[in-house]
């Protein structure tokens, strides 16, 4: 029995780390950084980069809720931005890969460790703002990342 309750506990593990990763890539947000980069170049857009605590931290799964699940946000971030989850969960486990680049980043641009935070870089990787939570949903948000410069 208590080899089958292993065996369950290791495939749980391997369903949880991929389900995490199409979940972000899937609604419209990567979890690489140097791609992000990339695609920014080309495209000419924004990198908006969303330091998280998404499963624990009250103010992320809000602004997660009432911003980045809204139609209006995923509307303007699909032709406007490239979006990056920086997250540092506690009841999921992260590929060392991305949990290695996640810190690298936190030290490069979030001192101060304060979730939510969202960096806001231009096409060339240059910060160009920083933005917390703020309330009234997507119209208020993208309101403050409109104050951004582009470059």
């Not at 920086?86 to 690298?104: C, H, M, R, W, Y």
């Amino acid at each position: 029995m208590k080899k089958f309750l292993t065996r369950i506990a290791i495939l749980a593990i391997f369903l949880v780390i991929p389900a995490h990763l199409l979940k972000a890539e899937g609604e419209g947000w990567t979890t690489d950084y140097q791609k992000a980069l990339q695609s920014a170049k080309a495209e000419k857009k924004l990198v908006v980069l969303n330091f998280t605590g998404s499963d624990w931290c009250e103010w992320c799964i809000r602004l997660q809720k009432e911003v980045f699940s809204q139609p209006k946000f995923k509307e303007y971030a699909a032709k406007n931005l490239v979006l990056v989850e920086v997250d540092f969960p506690i009841g999921k486990t992260l590929p060392a890969q991305v949990s290695k680049q996640n810190e690298g980043l936190l030290a490069k641009f979030d001192g101060d460790q304060i979730f939510p935070t969202i960096i806001v870089l231009n096409s060339d990787g240059k910060k160009v703002g920083e933005l917390n939570y703020v309330p009234g949903g997507p119209d208020a948000f993208l309101a403050e990342l409109k104050k951004l410069p582009k470059s």
